[in-house]
């Protein structure tokens, strides 16, 4: 896995926590980006990604506009807190897709976007980030 980036928006070793994600047998990670409600910051981008985009501008403008809407990842954490009688925390968010898994992991106000081919393996790629990133 070649990584394109270096941890900067996070409190976390992101590419740390990248790497364990990329660990998992048959888990191939399409793309990592950390953020948080104010920045984000491209780890990886696989070259399956890599190929769906211009440039690295088109790329850059499309994330952009799929950050805008990050701050939902916070605010759905702290809604099923609310809703659900002892969630014991809300640790990460999976989204399955055609073409991609796409995992939210939080820590504090911060995030890791890893995007997953659809036969990964998204519980165990999602338990070897936390533990990553508790164990920075």
Do not use: C, W
Request: net charge negative; hydrophobic share 45%.
């Amino acid at each position: 896995m070649n990584f394109t980036g270096t941890t900067a928006v996070v409190d976390f070793d992101a590419e740390a926590a990248l790497e364990a994600a990329a660990s998992v047998p048959d888990a191939e990670v399409l793309i990592g980006v950390e953020y948080n409600t104010e920045a984000f910051n491209i780890l990886y981008v696989s070259e399956t990604v890599d190929a769906l985009y211009r440039d690295r501008d088109q790329m850059e403008a499309h994330f952009d506009t799929i950050h805008s809407y990050v701050h939902l990842d916070f605010t759905e954490r702290e809604l099923f807190k609310d809703l659900f009688v002892d969630p014991d925390g809300v640790r990460a968010f999976v989204t399955y897709m055609g073409n991609m898994i796409a995992i939210r992991v939080l820590s504090g106000d911060d995030g890791l976007f890893i995007g997953l081919n659809p036969g990964s393996v998204a519980t165990e790629v999602v338990n070897r980030v936390e533990e990553a990133v508790e164990n920075q």
